[in-house]
């Protein structure tokens, strides 16, 4: 001790889109991208048998280097197993719980736009007996920067948990629930939701880059308090597999009254090769295919694997006099694992938007991922 | 040949303040801040036996990363022992000798406020026999920013020396004495000394974090020429360590009379568990803690080491017709040190400031530290 | 399987420049310079036997870091025998083509202007039989920024080609002629060739650092399409080597007609202490020295290896109504080889500028570097 062991992925992604007038009135001109979606750097180890660190850095995103999990973990605590202090995911959702190399689709479904995601915090967490489910409880700041920093005297901070439990845990049959919570009290007195339709290379929050724009956000809202509301269920049965999320936050506005935003997914694989995905049990998430035959392994004509995939979403971020518009997408794609570290992904996404008085805008947008983890 | 090898560290910071009204109407309001105050990743190595190189970059500072040590050194020169090329800290200072991760108290006390710190240029050290005392000397350019870049005709810069020598050097007994002096000549014309009270996350001199503010300030000062002198004394009898150093600085002001700054600290600490701090001979700094019994270590009952911290610090910016303030900070303190690569510091940080023609404004921080070294 | 490994390197530049009043009046000040001009770290290795990635990152450049090679390559391709995705150099231009680390003068001279350089695309590559030769074709997007990424529905892209060989192929004589071409319709509907005089350490197109001027600039040309040539010779006789390549561009304007500008130099290496360059038969290039002792070693009272170097370069930006101007760059070294991973370079490079109606502008550059490898 200590240890130091590096590892990363690196993702390179291409999209095009095609958008009618309707959908260019709403959110402006949407470019073509390619480029390197995620250029992830991870520097981890232990300074104790139970101590351990982690430096993740993402040299694509907007902040060259943005930090992803910077943190510090203790396990093997009495009772509540692990303790982690620092900058990570805050324990909501299936989705934001998967990392940016296990995702199903390109990008998390638009739910996601009602998550905590990083943040600076405190969480404990482990996993029932048997991992028959996991349990996560944490305290932080927001909002944080995308270095790890919070500031201000005025609130400023937020609680997490998230709970998953295997209901039905058969050799090839598994059916998983989950819930969680988070409530907020922003530094900044206000929050923000938006999002763009599942294609993005550069930062759509960044008004200077050519991206992506988001197609549906409420504008900042000015509030104390937000509570955050989801349930999930997933299910596997041998090669197909299934997860879905409803998600709902209740914002107090200051002088004002209280505005409700909703959103959902469901999203499913089937491996036409015959592989399971792996199903993470201390996690509670999907995590990953390992092919049955490597592409190019001769001796055994291996192409890889191919997984079928679809996925739903709506999102809708109008309540009372607040009008973020409102968004519904459909993603049918294609994952083909060559081997344990190296994917691509292709995914065709029509997108059905409501916003500013207009209604079943539509745009389609087409996109590839080649990605290798190591 | 060539070799690599990673290290670094983490520190996680919370911090909380209490400030009076006259405080907040000299300095602005002051932010409770949390999160990443240095995240450093270094790598180092050799190309032959006696040419080593070093990049240490910190990802939490403003540069995200900014260069700390990115240098290339020459040892076992002829006569003057080592030679180093690069961006590194000017030989000026026990406190600025001394790493972020092996300091006493949380920062540096308000007298690095006149160093030069890191600079790009060249510099001569090593240690006189039997490692009984060092000596080092650099040219450098002056300013450099945080990449290690000078530009300018117009001067640009310094010469710095710092000498240490252990005048008492028995086996429970150091008396360390030392001295620096450094010229600077800056390529702007101008320079500038301020500090903020001994607690902050964010970038003090950054004018759009939202950091803890710079609490005594000259403002620029036009010169072509400053001298900076510094003494050190510290003294080291058991378990108990104390250090303290007087520095002034005279700024010759183009076109007007010179003016002078002062400052000066004594800090000290008290192993509560009987170890003594490691006294780094090659570099004439404290340097770290070895705790007897690691904490968790269940055959010794351990509980790792503890110490009492303490510090007062006085900086006077006023001279003539400048009118920077001058503030004064006691310091008391607690470090534990879990074992050999984990730390907490806890720092209570009571602040008086004389500033804008205010007297005696009060303001009070406590604030914390987790620290994983790798 | 994956495998990761780090290597780098470090350059410490200066710089001083003597200008004669007409060049002042055409550029502006220009300043001397000092610091780091590149500090690159590469983490690099396969993800299977035929497939591997590189991420190389420069923290010196403006980015902090910006990207250098970030990409996938697969090998042992049929027929192609190699395909690399990501952001990489395009294959156009010898002087592109070698690395910033084993270049022959500080930096490639002014017909470096004329060349696409890092883009994110696709290419294929590979060598002749024996290696007697290279090819690599290639599409890209363009213009792509420092972190790989490229937008825009407005064309936005590009085809590079180089192929190189060896018509001479004896123990102690080469000759290399080779060829590249490539076509660029820019996303931005416009292109821009400027070049400084063969000294920097800021980024000379950055308008915010105190960085060495552009010499000769075209300013903004709109087009929707430009063709580029480029010839190159290259040779070595035992310890003496040349290469030399001339280019010209051709760009169609929008709504105007087309314009061209032409650049080309020829520099060359005499190795003293007998040595010859390697010629890496893989990339056709000059790729570094290996010397016969490394300084420091005693036994065989090494020097290392010393080179005298010399170039010529001439770039001229005019035509029709773009007066860009016209720059002929003289450069006297020499490179001392401590050994396999340090180098000092040294170079004097006198300057002829005609600009802005101004003939025969003349200054003076001194310039040296220390550099290691790892």
């Not at 920067?145 to 998230?162: H, Y």
């Amino acid at each position: 001790y200590p240890t130091l062991h590096w590892s990363g992925f690196l993702q390179l992604d291409s999209g095009w889109v095609v958008a009618d007038e309707e959908t260019i009135d709403i959110v402006g001109d949407i470019s073509s991208q390619f480029g390197l979606r995620r250029v992830r750097l991870r520097a981890g180890g232990r300074v104790r048998e139970n101590a351990s660190y982690v430096v993740d850095l993402d040299f694509a995103a907007s902040g060259h280097p943005s930090f992803r999990d910077v943190a510090l973990i203790f396990s093997d605590v009495p009772v509540i197993q692990n303790i982690e202090a620092g900058y990570f995911k805050q324990p909501y959702g299936m989705d934001a719980e998967s990392s940016g190399r296990e995702l199903l689709l390109l990008e998390r479904m638009s739910p996601f736009a009602l998550t905590p995601f990083r943040q600076t915090g405190v969480r404990a967490f482990g996993t029932f007996p048997h991992k028959s489910g996991t349990y996560a409880f944490s305290a932080y700041r927001f909002p944080t920067n995308a270095f790890g920093v919070s500031s201000g005297n005025n609130g400023g901070w937020g609680l997490a948990t998230r709970e998953t439990l295997l209901v039905v845990d058969l050799e090839d049959f598994l059916i998983h629930l989950g819930g969680g919570y988070t409530l907020i009290n922003p530094s900044t007195d206000e929050l923000q939701f938006s999002y763009e339709p599942g294609f993005f290379i550069g930062d759509p929050a960044s008004p200077d880059s050519d991206s992506v724009p988001q197609f549906v956000n409420t504008g900042e809202i000015p509030t104390h308090t937000a509570n955050y509301f989801n349930t999930e269920l997933a299910f596997q049965w041998k090669c197909f597999r299934t997860q879905a999320e409803y998600r709902w936050t209740i914002v107090d506005r200051i002088g004002d009254s209280s505005v409700q935003f909703h959103a959902g997914y469901v999203q499913a694989g089937l491996m036409l090769t015959g592989e399971h995905a792996i199903y993470n049990r201390s996690r509670g998430i999907f995590s990953g295919v390992l092919p049955k035959r490597d592409f190019g392994d001769d001796e055994e004509d291996g192409f890889g694997a191919i997984e079928l995939t679809g996925g739903l979403s709506h999102i809708d971020l109008n309540s009372k006099d607040i009008m973020g518009g409102s968004m519904t997408n459909f993603v049918a794609g294609l994952n083909w694992y060559l081997n344990d570290h190296a994917r691509v992904v292709v995914n065709v996404i029509p997108v059905n938007l409501n916003n500013d008085g207009i209604e079943d805008a539509r745009s389609l947008f087409f996109a590839t991922r080649l990605q290798f983890e190591f």
